[in-house]
């Protein structure tokens, strides 16, 4: 029989139901956590919406660019993650991206995912009515820069089909590293 907290209600937990939790959050969740988001990644396979490749493949090939080009590991595994909120969360994918992943990257990594959603924009926001220079509203942050180099060399640029792109095989064990990682505490 598997053991099982006392508790109905959360303020009703003992400090040995709380120790359970985390045994099992340990065991379990940090268990399946790449696999987890790996399941998620492979949701983006399918129709292209017009793209001439699925967002999958351009997951593969903005990690792909990011790597060719040199980026840690930590950047490469960003790059092949920055819409995994696609599939769920279409109109804030950038923000549920960097949720996922804000537990386990750098600060710098995390800015940059989440905010590429508006610096993407700056290739087509005005081709949809929008303002291309909504990037602008972050100009001078210390990240600008990095995101604005995040989506000019590998994220804006990846929607080629013919563009040599690297295996999910490749990226796989990067993803399982920075998932096998010590998160840091709830933010």
């Known amino acids: ?36 988001v790996l399941g998620s990644l492979k949701l983006l396979q399918g129709p292209t919406l017009g793209y001439r490749i699925d967002r999958f493949e351009h997951s593969l090939q903005t990690a792909t660019r990011a790597m060719k080009e040199g980026a840690d590991e930590e950047t490469v595994v960003c790059a092949l993650l920055h819409d995994v909120g696609d599939s769920i969360a279409p109109e ?20 940059i995912i989440l905010h590429h959603g508006v610096f993407q924009g700056y290739y087509y926001f ?35 089909p013919d563009y040599p792109t690297e295996p999910l095989s490749t990226f796989e064990p990067m993803v399982r590293r920075l998932f096998a990682k010590k998160p840091t505490a709830f933010v």
């Open 1 to 36: 029989m598997t053991e099982t907290v006392t508790f109905t209600r959360m303020a009703d937990g003992t400090v040995e139901d709380y120790a359970l939790l985390v045994r099992n959050a340990e065991t379990h969740v940090r268990a399946t956590l790449a696999d987890n």
């Open 126 to 160: 005005d081709k949809i009515g929008q303002d291309r220079n909504a990037r602008d509203a972050f100009r001078g942050h210390v990240y600008f820069d990095a995101c604005a180099h995040f989506c000019e060399a590998w994220d804006q640029t990846s929607f080629d």
């Open 92 to 111: 804030n994918h950038s923000a549920l991206a960097a949720a996922i992943l804000r537990p386990y990257v750098s600060e710098k990594n995390h800015w």
